[in-house]
């Protein structure tokens, strides 16, 4: 287990230090089977951002699916992993902070995975927030939530009903699935979700 000097998730030198070390549990190494799905069944493209991409293999995905895909990362160093494995799409990863960032162009799908659990469960309603001004009505916010009762983390949990708390306000829930192939720090732990722009 390597030693870490920074214990505070809110800042990008956090991520960098374990993307430095390579300690990265959370890297799934692939593209997961529910977002793979969504894409099949999906009427059309979104114009897509993937908030904290990390290594970031959706978008090479999406992109070859011929998706408009941008995502944001505020760790260069998870800018540059995902640079380097993404290939041709390279371009399409930004290093930004999620909570100012503004998209070039408007964005009708935001993709989660492991960025809401990365954060103390005090920033939640921040992102909540943000997502929620990020999306016009009908837009999506799809990708893995993780519920488990862990105020600390990361990753951090919460209660379903926490998570529907934080999202009903702006969203109406409209998929919610088990999940058949975590990784194991999400194992029986982590559901997809899709939700609606209110
Ligand atoms: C647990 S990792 C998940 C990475 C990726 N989504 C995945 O599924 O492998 C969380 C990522 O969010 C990024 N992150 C955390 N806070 C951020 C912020 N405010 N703006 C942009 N990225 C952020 C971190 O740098 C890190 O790469």
């Not at 870490?4 to 991520?15: H, L, N």
């Not at 990020?134 to 990708?143: C, I, R, V």
């Amino acid at each position: 287990m390597p030693t870490f000097d920074t214990r505070d998730p809110t800042q990008a030198q956090f991520w960098t230090e374990r993307f430095d070390q390579r300690f990265t549990p959370w890297d799934r190494g692939g593209v997961p089977q529910a977002l793979q799905d969504f894409v099949a069944a999906a009427a059309r493209p979104h114009v897509t951002l993937i908030p904290g991409c990390g290594t970031g293999y959706e978008v090479a995905f999406l992109s070859e699916a011929g998706w408009d895909v941008t995502a944001i990362d505020f760790s260069p160093a998870a800018v540059s992993a995902a640079q380097a494995a993404l290939g041709p799409w390279a371009s399409r990863v930004v290093e930004a902070d999620f909570f100012t960032y503004v998209p070039p162009r408007p964005v009708d799908l935001i993709y989660e995975r492991a960025f809401l659990c990365a954060l103390p469960r005090a920033k939640w309603p921040d992102i909540a927030r943000r997502w929620a001004e990020l999306l016009p009505a009908g837009g999506l916010l799809a990708g893995f939530f993780y519920f488990d009762n862990a105020p600390k983390g990361p990753p951090f949990g919460g209660e379903p009903e926490q998570v529907r708390a934080l999202l009903e306000p702006d969203f109406v829930q409209i998929d919610d699935r088990a999940v058949t192939d975590s990784i194991p720090v999400f194992a029986g732990k982590e559901r997809w979700q899709v939700w609606r722009r209110r």
